[in-house]
């Protein structure tokens, strides 16, 4: 009987905790963040590559969608090179397991042939699933200092 009552307790904390959704906190989505910059500003693809959620999509400004492996491989691209880039801004916002993050941009560099320079307004979503962080898509505006609507 004693037995019984002991096993019962662990049995059940044991179920809870293992079913418990994975919490995020600011550090580490800010972390994610760096991490993902770091492999672009040094051209390593495998570090862009494993902070990328296998259903990772970027929004262009144009309207248009750019795939996971695009990303990847432009990120390896010889014809892709940052001079410079800094990533500022960060309002973080988490709601269970998925956070939303506000960021600002800045890099120049070239690509293809043709010089870059850009300020950019990104927001990017993660999530925590498995205990592991994981950007699944970004969009990026330029910040024009004119503004229309607001």
């Given at each position: 009987?004693?037995?019984?009552?002991?096993?019962?307790?662990?049995?059940v904390?044991?179920?809870?905790?293992c079913n418990?959704?994975?919490?995020?906190?600011e550090?580490?989505?800010?972390?994610?963040?760096?991490?993902?910059?770091?492999?672009?500003?040094?051209?390593?693809?495998?570090?862009?590559d494993?902070?990328?959620?296998?259903?990772?999509?970027?929004?262009?400004?144009?309207?248009?969608?750019?795939?996971?492996?695009?990303?990847?491989?432009?990120a390896?691209?010889?014809?892709?090179?940052?001079?410079?880039?800094?990533?500022?801004?960060?309002?973080?916002t988490?709601?269970g397991?998925?956070a939303?993050?506000?960021?600002?941009?800045?890099?120049?560099?070239?690509?293809?042939?043709?010089?870059?320079?850009?300020?950019?307004?990104?927001?990017?979503?993660?999530?925590?699933?498995?205990?592991?962080?994981?950007?699944?898509?970004?969009?990026?505006?330029?910040?024009?200092?004119?503004?229309?609507?607001?």
């Amino acid at each position: 009987m004693f037995n019984k009552m002991i096993f019962l307790p662990v049995v059940v904390l044991v179920m809870y905790s293992c079913n418990r959704p994975s919490v995020i906190t600011e550090e580490e989505v800010i972390n994610t963040i760096k991490k993902f910059d770091y492999g672009w500003e040094n051209k390593q693809m495998s570090m862009v590559d494993s902070v990328l959620s296998p259903a990772y999509v970027y929004y262009t400004r144009s309207g248009s969608t750019f795939s996971r492996d695009s990303v990847v491989a432009t990120a390896g691209e010889n014809s892709y090179s940052l001079r410079d880039m800094s990533r500022s801004e960060f309002k973080v916002t988490i709601a269970g397991n998925t956070a939303v993050v506000s960021t600002r941009w800045k890099g120049r560099g070239m690509y293809r042939g043709e010089p870059f320079n850009e300020d950019q307004r990104c927001s990017l979503v993660l999530i925590k699933k498995e205990n592991r962080m994981e950007i699944i898509s970004e969009h990026c505006t330029p910040i024009k200092f004119n503004k229309i609507f607001h």
